[in-house]
DNA sequence: TATGCAGATGCAAACGTGTACAATAATCAG
DNA sequence: CTGATTATTGTACACGTTTGCATCTGCATA
């Protein structure tokens, strides 16, 4: 029937604008190359024809024989929480403006869904692939490698040979976080932090940890939950709940803290900064929001990002591991330093 | 140099596992092709040379023989906002349940952009170009169609022929939304709108107002800045400034909801739903936090993703316009009922 | 005029895969 | 054992590009 053949052919190609155009074929291809050799006359000739055609050089045929399809892959687990999405929508941003094209894969629930996500990368002939939660198979990477895939991992330091690893120094800032509340006169500390955590997340409890023993402070440690502003309401109301009330509590993500907040708000009637000092991690838009003002650590992404692109656009990146430094934001949930500064 | 061979040739093909495996190169095509015919043995052969090689069929080169790229294109801009962003986790869930790979397409800023995110998504045979935000030229729609892709509009209702147009019926929620504020007792009415809104956004306000004319009550309508917090801040400051201060808000967006009760409670130290009643429009995550436990509209999210999904896997899918109800959500944002219900 | 040169164009061969068709091997009924 | 049927394999071409090489044109230089 027709029908089949129009589900055939309904495509334009660059032969159909050729003969319209009345030129070669390949003069077609060079008028769509940057730096091709063709005449002005030609070109004009061309784009007109593939205007009135509708013609769209295919991308998936051209990236077989030019070594690059310009597709990066984007792989990610519960991309909808606040911190996640903003990144993803940064990376996206700032991959389009660089010229290459996101391949989104959502890995939300089984770990195993980061090999599956790296296979898909590998047979669409992605560039690059940006991990966001998770880690690959070493030998599943070497695979990665084989095929002339770039890998970067985001908030992992493991040691990772052949790979970009970058994220925000997790532990020093633990460690800020530690200083900050003691700065602020705060007798009992606290922390709270999911027990489903990640790995960039638990480097946070542990700097913030070496810094109290390092100070010889005791710190009441409640660990239970997702990373999620569900668990931070039940940490905070389990914490507040104690004859020892806390006074300062650090949270190591920026949702947990605002379920913090609110516990001790709509739950126990206090408030930040008078009654308790809280500190969260990521610097979320909600953390700007008038009922938290939450002092939290900023993620440094622009220089994340940017050093993601410019890693990726090597011609033969070397393994590399980067730590850059978290800025310390200061809002209105922890109390003015009372001690003062030595 | 070696190492432009190496770059040429790294990539392993599907003869480099023919010869491994001692077969011809279709097997190993036919191997990975389901439903094609090959001996167990010789897939065994097949897929243990793949194994030890590392290959993956190249998918970019099998989308150039059958129809079909597998790649669904997905447009939206602002993906950091939480609803769209939870939209974007859902869709591109199910489709990678439905063996479709999503290509995300970040059009923030420039209107413009629509139309590149388009001519990209052609260039890669999108078999699908889901629109988030923004509509396409018409005359750039029809070179999608003739280049045999399929056409998604959410959250738009414009005459769009040979596409899907799916949302929420903004205008029925608009007048449910009116109905709840009268029928908790609000006397002084008001809207609190974006000057910056979408056009579904803009139906919300219209269905609104018109149900207000229909009852013969005022509406004060505030209507600023963009679709976020901020602009709720400001909005609510502005509206409760007044000396005829409203009771009840209707607010376009929970973004803007959540802005409005923080301008209630952090500025003016009124509490909802007591001193003030305020709905919103998307149920985001924030909304369902304890600080706001805000009543809204639960976008019908599911029963648009699965009409998508059914409609581009359909072969010859015709032009339709398809309008879900929104769920409305009691939370404890609004008075109780003191108007009985007749 | 002959020589060299640069720009424009065409031919043919890739890129890595799927599939119609023909050819071969295996199976089975008689 | 023969012919018919089926399962498997191989050959050749197609998909829509880009690119190396060769050709051709026009033009300036010696």
Redesign the pocket.
């Known amino acids: 029937m027709s029908e089949k053949v129009s589900s ?2 309904q ?5 159909d604008v ?1 003969r319209h155009a009345g ?8 008028t ?2 940057p730096g ?8 004009a000739k061309v784009l007109k024809s593939a205007e009135i055609l509708g ?4 991308r ?3 990236s ?3 070594s690059e399809s310009g597709i990066v892959a984007l792989v990610a687990a519960e991309i909808d929480t606040p911190h996640r999405a903003a990144m993803i929508a940064e990376l996206s941003e700032r991959l389009q403006a660089a010229g290459k094209v996101t391949m989104l894969i959502n890995t939300s629930g089984y770990e195993e869904r980061v090999k599956d996500a790296l296979l898909q990368a590998i047979s669409f002939r992605t560039e690059a692939a940006i991990i966001l939660s998770g880690a690959p198979d070493p030998s599943l990477a070497d695979t990665c490698f084989s095929n002339g895939m770039k890998l970067v991992l985001i908030n992992r330091e493991e040691d990772f040979p052949g790979s970009l690893q970058i994220g925000p120094d997790n532990r020093a800032a633990g460690k800020t976080a530690l200083k900050a509340l003691l700065r602020a006169g705060c007798k009992r500390i606290a922390l709270a932090n999911s027990a489903n955590a990640t790995w960039s997340i638990v480097e946070r409890q542990k700097g913030f940890l070496a810094a109290a023993e390092e100070a010889g402070v005791d710190v009441l440690c409640e660990v239970d939950g997702f990373t999620s502003y569900q668990a931070g309401l039940e940490l905070g109301t389990a914490l507040l709940d104690r004859e020892d009330r806390p006074d300062g509590i650090f949270c190591t993500t920026d949702l947990i803290a605002c379920g913090v907040i609110d516990a001790a708000r709509q739950r126990f009637g206090l408030r930040t900064p008078d009654d308790l000092s809280v500190i969260g991690f990521d610097n979320i838009q909600q953390a700007e929001w008038e009922g938290y003002d939450l002092t939290t650590f900023a993620q440094p992404t622009d220089q994340i990002i940017d050093k993601c692109l410019e890693w990726c656009t090597t011609e033969q990146p070397s393994s590399e591991t980067v730590k850059l430094p978290a800025k310390f934001v200061w809002r209105n949930s922890v109390q003015k330093a009372r001690v003062p500064m030595k």
Chains 1, 2 share one sequence.
């Open positions: 055939r052919k495509q334009v190609r660059a032969e050729a030129v070669s074929r390949v003069s077609v291809s060079r769509f190359t091709a050799s063709v005449s002005d006359a030609t070109r013609y769209r050089v295919n998936l045929a051209s077989l024989n030019r």
